[in-house]
Nanobody, 123 residues
Framework: QVQVEESGGGLVQVGGSLRLSCAASGRTFKTRAMGWFRQAPGKEREFVAA???????YDGDAVTGRVTISRDNAGNTIYLQMSSLKPEDTAVYSCAVGGSAVTMVQKYEADYWGQGTQVTVPS
């Protein structure tokens, strides 16, 4: 059974930093893309960042320059380092595992999803 589990969310002050982690288990994910999406109350899901199986990275327009996505050597855990956080970054951040990072970016599609972790940046 595939499990995707996020951690690292919390309350952060404006301008602060936070690192989210996502661990995928149950299968070998080294050959798959992994990424992050977020959804704020009343808003649609938004792409945040993705990393391909080759290590190519992609950032969403709203977070470009403020996030770094990385992957451990085993390929089953990814990290999202966020900095210069703003109140509009407040959302539930969900991890996704899929076949293609480009598909994640363009179609918001993935094969497996985590439950999400809350990030709150109060104004």
């Amino acid at each position: 059974q595939v499990q995707v589990e996020e951690s690292g969310g919390g309350l952060v002050q404006v301008g602060g930093s936070l690192r989210l982690s996502c661990a995928a288990s149950g299968r070998t994910f080294k050959t798959r893309a992994m990424g992050w999406f977020r959804q704020a109350p009343g808003k649609e899901r938004e792409f945040v960042a993705a990393i391909s199986r080759f290590g190519n990275t992609y950032d969403g327009d709203a977070v470009t320059g403020r996030v770094t996505i990385s992957r451990d050597n085993a390929g089953n855990t990814i990290y999202l380092q966020m900095s210069s956080l703003k109140p509009e970054d407040t959302a539930v951040y969900s991890c996704a595992v899929g076949g293609s990072a480009v598909t994640m970016v363009q179609k918001y599609e993935a094969d497996y999803w985590g439950q999400g972790t809350q990030v709150t940046v109060p104004s």
